[in-house]
Each structure stands twice: as structure tokens, then as C-alpha cells.
């Protein structure tokens, strides 16, 4: 399962996700069609742009507590001081991804960022 983690900004536009998440896509030459999941932090999991984007990819939009952030720390790839000041992780969209991708998930690599969004690709058996 291939899940697309990811961390955007308050207003962020479901064209500005889309973009960020094709291009994690390209990045790590993932088919669309493979992706089966697009994740962010719970607060935004249910925001008209998050769940937008989500469709427009034809996968679920789900959410992810901090608290589950938290418990993969350790995975992963990049450090941000600023998230982890305001959210108390390194980095949202490969917590999520990581989260979403279940135990044995593994990120393909570092997320990806625009100015408005990041995105992290996962891979797993789901949880």
C-alpha cells in the first residue's frame, strides 16, 4: 500500500496538495494508481481542500493524532524545527505516511516540499 503523507499550511488549496503530491509521485516514480491512501494530521483530515485532493486521486483522506505522530519519530527522514516547535514532531507528512503505511511501513525516501506543502511517500501493509 502506498500512502502519501502530508503537511500544508492553514488555507492550503486542494490544487496546491495535488501538485505536491504528483510531484512526490514523479520523484520516486510511483504510478497514481498505486497510491491508496492520502494522509495529513486529524485536524485537517476533514478540510474541503485535503478531502478534494484526496478525490480527485480517488483514495480516502485519513487522519492521524499526534500522539501517533509521535510513536514513529524515530523513522523519520527529515527534521524541521519549526513543525516540531508548533507540533511537537519532525515532520508531518512523513509521520503520516508512516503512520497511515502501518508497522512495517518505510518511507521511499525524504519528502518533498512546495511553499505552501510537503509530501512524503510510505510503503506498508496499512494499519
Same mark, same amino acid.
Given at each position: &500500500? ?11 488549496? %486542494?490544487?496546491?496538495? +495535488?501538485?505536491?503530491?504528483? &510531484?512526490?509521485? @514523479?520523484?520516486?516514480?510511483? @504510478?497514481?494508481?498505486?497510491? /491508496?491512501?492520502?494522509?495529513?494530521? %486529524?485536524?485537517?483530515?476533514? +478540510? ?7 478525490? *480527485?486521486?480517488?483514495?480516502?483522506? *485519513?487522519?492521524?493524532?499526534? $500522539? /501517533?505522530?509521535? *510513536?514513529?519519530?524515530? *523513522? ?5 524545527? !519549526? ?13 503520516? %505516511?508512516?503512520?497511515?503505511?502501518? +508497522? ?6 525524504? !519528502?518533498? @516540499? ?8 510510505? $510503503?506498508?501493509?496499512?494499519?
Amino acid at each position: &500500500m502506498i500512502v502519501a503523507g502530508v503537511g500544508c499550511r492553514t488555507a492550503t488549496s %486542494a490544487d496546491e496538495i +495535488e501538485q505536491v503530491v504528483r &510531484m512526490a509521485l @514523479s520523484v520516486f516514480k510511483v @504510478s497514481a494508481g498505486r497510491l /491508496e491512501a492520502l494522509a495529513t494530521e %486529524a485536524g485537517k483530515a476533514a +478540510e474541503p481542500a485535503f478531502v478534494d485532493a484526496a478525490r *480527485r486521486f480517488g483514495v480516502p483522506a *485519513r487522519g492521524c493524532t499526534i $500522539d /501517533e505522530l509521535g *510513536r514513529v519519530a524515530d *523513522r523519520i527522514l527529515t527534521r524541521s524545527a !519549526r513543525v516540531l516547535e508548533a507540533k511537537g514532531v519532525p515532520s508531518v507528512a512523513e509521520a503520516c %505516511a508512516l503512520v497511515v503505511a502501518g +508497522e512495517n511501513g518505510c518511507l521511499l525516501g525524504a !519528502r518533498v @516540499s512546495t511553499p505552501r506543502a510537503t509530501c512524503a511517500l510510505a $510503503d506498508g501493509d496499512g494499519r
